[in-house]
T-cell receptor
Framework: QKEVEQDPGPLSVPEGAIVSLNCTYSNSAFQYFMWYRQYSRKGPELLMYTYSSGNKEDGRFTAQVDKSSKYISLFIRDSQPSDSATYLCATAMKYGNQFYFGTGTSLTVIP | DSGVTQTPKHLITATGQRVTLRCSPRSGDLSVYWYQQSLDQGLQFLIQYYNGEERAKGNILERFSAQQFPDLHSELNLSSLELGDSALYFC??????????FGSGTQLSVL
């Protein structure tokens, strides 16, 4: 079983829609949770970071971690064509030295 | 701009050749990670260095090697190149294992 599972999509939504991106993870020792946005052939950009459980909001983006179900979510409100990218979730342990990435979900926001 | 610098941005070479990819981490970051991303594939962890010492190894081929120098910059050496080595190679750095910051990548094309 992979440490992090992510539906690859692709996901296509109209402009203005609410987007929900999700990952599941297997190891309850994971404490750090990240979402990265990667435009085509560019480096992944850290979008959201959460420590342990709970929600974190930044503008149109909300990251949610449910440790009881080992579920990570990213919500994008009022989606824009510029949000079209691949979104990767990632986790890490508190005293580890590795990061575990999902395979990424490809999102297209149609004007 | 993540603060992680990778050079060169593009590299075109022939099978059997050897190349060196260079990475300068963010100021203050002691850890450097190398990842490979093939077309439409996820990020594959290759190797991690912390303050000059190898810390973790992933799916790195024996033909590949890396090192981190006293000034903390890192180099990834790829030798006896094959067509299948064509990929985007990312360097990332972190000050702890909470967040990872990626460079813009080196696009390697082996012809």
């Amino acid at each position: 079983q992979k440490e992090v599972e992510q539906d690859p999509g692709p996901l296509s939504v109209p402009e203005g829609a609410i987007v929900s991106l999700n990952c599941t993870y297997s190891n309850s020792a994971f404490q750090y949770f990240m979402w990265y946005r990667q435009y085509s052939r560019k480096g992944p950009e850290l979008l959201m970071y959460t420590y342990s459980s709970g929600n974190k909001e930044d503008g149109r983006f909300t990251a949610q971690v449910d440790k009881s179900s080992k579920y990570i979510s990213l919500f994008i409100r009022d989606s824009q064509p510029s949000d079209s990218a691949t979104y990767l979730c990632a986790t890490a342990m508190k005293y580890g030295n590795q990061f575990y990435f999902g395979t990424g979900t490809s999102l297209t926001v149609i004007p | 701009d993540s603060g992680v610098t990778q050079t060169p941005k593009h590299l075109i070479t022939a099978t059997g050749q050897r190349v060196t990819l260079r990475c300068s981490p963010r100021s203050g970051d002691l850890s450097v990670y190398w990842y490979q991303q093939s077309l439409d594939q996820g990020l594959q962890f290759l190797i991690q260095y912390y303050n000059g010492e190898e810390r973790a190894k992933g799916n790195i081929l024996e033909r590949f090697s890396a090192q981190q120098f006293p000034d903390l910059h890192s180099e990834l050496n790829l030798s006896s190149l094959e067509l299948g080595d064509s990929a985007l190679y990312f360097c990332a750095s972190s000050v702890s294992n909470e967040k990872l910051f990626f460079g813009s990548g080196t696009q390697l094309s082996v012809l």
